[in-house]
């Protein structure tokens, strides 16, 4: 019996030899990134210039003092109004939906490649799985937000704020929250890549759940591994910035230009390691999958050299 491939380094490999794969996961994450900082940045313009400036509000800009600037930032949201509270609704969700289009184009694309020659989910799918992602970010949110109101209320409610029973209330909510968004999250995140295109979302994310407890141990070491890598390349830009911190009082212009060019080199690394773990489980489950049972990937000893898709 031959040894079957280790999964981390076929993912890896996988990706290396389809370079279309990680240059489309960087398209589409880099314009969902610029859309929906220009969503932001337009309607933050937009509310600024809706607020009437008096002179004692240009007085208090112009003064650089740090108490008439905190006067001055309590006071926006009062001149806002109901402005505010519509932008603090819409933003977020318009933000859900720039997403959720960018990465079920992009995620289609990238998933028919991981998987040559095998049916993946269809469009409309593959768009309700991720529009549940992005709803699953959204509840979470507002969850941590209402977890630390509650906290807040809780905690001053005596003569003295009591921060230890703030921190008793605070961490185990957003601990219990962050777990909840992980598991849900990765679970649908696979139901994308496991899903046949006669499925629908249900079924597909059934399908994720019982490869998954088949397999998981496997899944969570494989998992781990390349959370490791990850956490290794940010610990790496990490001290690259610290030491090069001194420039930012020399040169604050290059500092934050080698920030910059860090953090999107950061990004790129971490969206090929995230590709790569996408193929490692589709490796993964590929290999033991059921006598019979519908093909993930089409097996690599199977195409000719030239032709070898990314699985």
């Known amino acids: 019996m031959t040894k079957p491939p280790n999964p981390i380094t076929q993912g890896l490999r996988s990706v290396a030899r389809d370079p279309v794969i990680y240059l489309v996961e960087i398209l589409w994450r880099w314009c969902f990134i610029a859309a929906a ?15 009437r400036m008096t002179e004692p509000l240009l007085a208090a800009l112009r003064s650089h003092d740090p108490q008439k600037l905190g006067g001055v930032l309590i006071l926006v949201p009062i001149f806002l109004g109901n402005k505010l509270i519509v932008a603090l609704t819409a933003v977020p969700l318009g933000i859900a939906a720039v997403w959720t289009i960018f990465s079920t184009l992009g995620r289609g694309i990238t998933v028919k490649r991981l998987r040559s020659g095998m049916t993946c989910l269809s469009f ?10 992005a709803f699953l970010t959204w509840l979470c949110v507002v969850l941590l937000v209402a977890a630390g109101f509650m906290a807040t209320r809780i905690a001053t409610r005596g003569p003295k704020p009591d921060l230890a029973l703030f921190y008793l209330i605070a961490m185990p909510s957003v601990l219990l929250v962050g777990i909840f968004w992980v598991v849900g999250n990765w679970y649908l995140s696979l139901a994308v890549i496991f899903g046949r295109e006669a499925q629908n979302f ?22 781990f591994v390349f959370l490791l890598l990850r956490v290794v390349v940010l610990l790496v830009a990490l001290a690259i910035c610290g030491l090069a911190s001194s420039m930012a009082g020399t040169s604050p212009q290059a500092y934050f230009a080698l920030t910059m060019v860090v953090a999107l080199v950061y990004l790129a690394i971490s969206y090929f390691l995230y590709m790569a773990r996408m193929a490692a489980y589709l490796a993964l489950a590929a290999a033991h999958v059921e006598p019979g049972g519908p093909k993930l990937v089409t097996p690599l000893s199977s195409l000719p050299a030239g032709n070898s898709p990314a699985l």
């Open 202 to 223: 249900r079924a597909s994310l059934r399908d994720a759940r019982q490869t998954v407890r088949r397999q998981l141990s496997d899944f969570a070491g494989t998992g």
């Open 124 to 133: 409309g799918s593959v768009l309700a799985i991720q529009a549940m992602r």
């Open 37 to 51: 900082s220009f969503l932001v940045f337009s309607v933050a313009a937009f509310l600024l210039n809706s607020i």
